[in-house]
């Protein structure tokens, strides 16, 4: 059964930084790209990052510069850095994996999400 639990989530002022982590179990997650995603509240849920099996990443402009994702296969994990956050990054924050191995393929499985809230 697949599992995907994020933490990392939390408070912070603007200008501040986070690190997001995915633990992942259940399936071979060097097989499959991840990507993360926010909803913010009343808003459409939006792709932040993803990374496919290569370690190529593909980033929103919204976050280009200030967001890293990378993956540690061995950990079975991937991982979101966010420097430099904005009250408009506020969002519950999702993990989710990709049907294959590149970003273009459709949604998978989801995690229940983390908080996050940028604000002084």
């Known amino acids: 059964q697949v599992h995907l639990v994020e933490s990392g989530g939390g408070l912070v002022q603007p200008g501040g930084s986070l690190r997001l982590s995915c633990a992942a179990s259940?399936?071979?997650?060097?097989?499959?790209?991840m990507g993360w995603f926010r909803q913010a509240p009343g808003k459409e849920r939006e792709e932040v990052s993803c990374i496919n099996t290569d370690a190529i990443a593909i980033t929103s402009d919204a976050v280009k510069g200030r967001f890293t994702i990378w993956r540690d296969n061995a950990e079975s994990a991937v991982y979101l850095e966010m420097n430099n956050l904005k009250p408009e990054d506020t969002a519950v924050y999702y993990c989710?994996?990709?049907?294959?191995?590149?970003?273009?393929?459709?949604?998978?499985?989801w995690g229940q999400g983390t908080q996050v809230t940028v604000s002084s």
């Open positions: 259940g399936f071979i997650m060097d097989l499959y790209a």
């Open positions: 989710a994996t990709f049907m294959s191995s590149d970003c273009t393929s459709a949604n998978d499985y």
